[in-house]
């Protein structure tokens, strides 16, 4: 059965063109060299928010909570793909899934994983970076920046990334809304992903590891 997207989408789509209420950076470039090398020493994190996706056969959406301590990262859905509980765990090695009936499954990774359990090839290693609005390093990626030196769209790995939306948390400035579209040969292919962040709490172990 086909979910209905409506209100969620309602939702994402509610506020995207007020812009911040601040003067655009001279330099824009500059602005996202300096927002890069912060960003990048983010390595922790706690998120909730919510998932809207479609494909050609059909859609859904489910709240997400998700928990990232370096390496390791759990990810939790409630109430997605027809009901109950599912929760993902990785360590960038090993990733095993549970179910709503509390079997655990492993895989080889977490993308295998969560499109055996819901049919979506989710990009989840690459969100890891993306969720908090930087490319995946060593991969080549296209951008494109807003007037404060914050990316605005990103093309990488077969996805267009596009950054609706930002808010000011933890002393950082930090994607709020995005919208995935799946692109191959520059035509979109018929699988979405919104993302509505609803609270963040964000971490820099490094710098914490070094406070005396």
């Not at 509980?85 to 709503?100: I, K, N």
């Not at 933890?170 to 699988?191: N, S, T």
């Amino acid at each position: 059965m086909r979910t209905s997207l409506i209100p969620i989408l309602v939702l994402m789509l509610a506020g995207c063109a007020t812009p911040p209420a601040r003067a655009p950076v001279d330099d824009p470039a500059a602005a996202w060299e300096r927002r890069q090398q912060r960003l990048a020493h983010i390595d922790a994190w706690d998120l909730h928010g919510r998932l809207a996706v479609s494909t050609a056969d059909e859609a859904g959406n489910a709240s997400f909570h998700w928990v990232r301590r370096r390496e390791r990262n759990r990810l939790t859905f409630a109430a997605p793909f027809g009901g109950g509980r599912m929760r993902l765990d990785y360590d960038g090695e090993h990733a095993t899934l549970t179910d709503r009936r509390g079997e655990v499954h492993h895989g080889a990774s977490i993308q295998e994983l969560l499109a055996r359990a819901t049919g979506w090839w989710l990009p989840v290693q690459g969100l890891e970076h993306w969720m908090l609005g930087l490319p995946a390093p060593s991969v080549p990626a296209q951008r494109k920046l807003d007037r404060w030196g914050r990316l605005s769209t990103l093309l990488q790995g077969g996805w267009r990334i596009e950054y609706v939306e930002y808010v000011e948390q933890d002393g950082y400035e930090l994607p709020r809304r995005i919208f995935l579209r799946r692109q191959h040969d520059g035509v979109f292919e018929a699988l979405e992903a919104r993302f509505v962040i609803e609270r963040w709490s964000v971490r820099d172990t490094v710098a914490a590891r070094r406070v005396p």
